[in-house]
């Protein structure tokens, strides 16, 4: 149960972390719901990178890579499927076009 509560405290500190330091480079829509959900869950371990950093497929292998990497710090499942659905939509809506 304390790691829940300590977990939870982190994802909140690094949030507001993260926002106060993108500030230069505020990501897009970042009052919406899915930018901040974005924003929370990669701030766990990482400033949230731009979305026009990758393009969608891109965005597609870093999102499982990041999953994997989360599992393997012990983090546990780092995203339920309706968050990698609404996160994996904000990115394609904002990423980098090509290929």
């Keep these: 149960m304390n790691k829940v509560f300590l ?3 982190l994802c909140f500190a690094f949030t507001l972390l993260a926002v106060g330091c993108n500030r230069e480079h505020p990501l897009p829509e970042a009052d919406s719901s ?7 869950k990669c701030s766990i371990c990482h400033s949230p990178v731009q979305p ?8 597609k292998h870093v999102v499982s890579k990041m999953e994997k990497k989360a599992e393997a710090m012990g983090i546990g499942p780092l995203l339920s499927e309706e968050e990698k659905s609404v996160i994996i ?6 990423s980098r076009l090509g290929f």
Excluded: D, N, Q
């Design 7 to 9: 977990f939870r405290g």
């Design 34 to 40: 899915s930018a901040l959900l974005y924003a929370t």
């Design 52 to 59: 026009k950093a990758h393009t969608y497929i891109g965005w």
């Design 89 to 94: 939509t904000y990115l394609k809506k904002h």
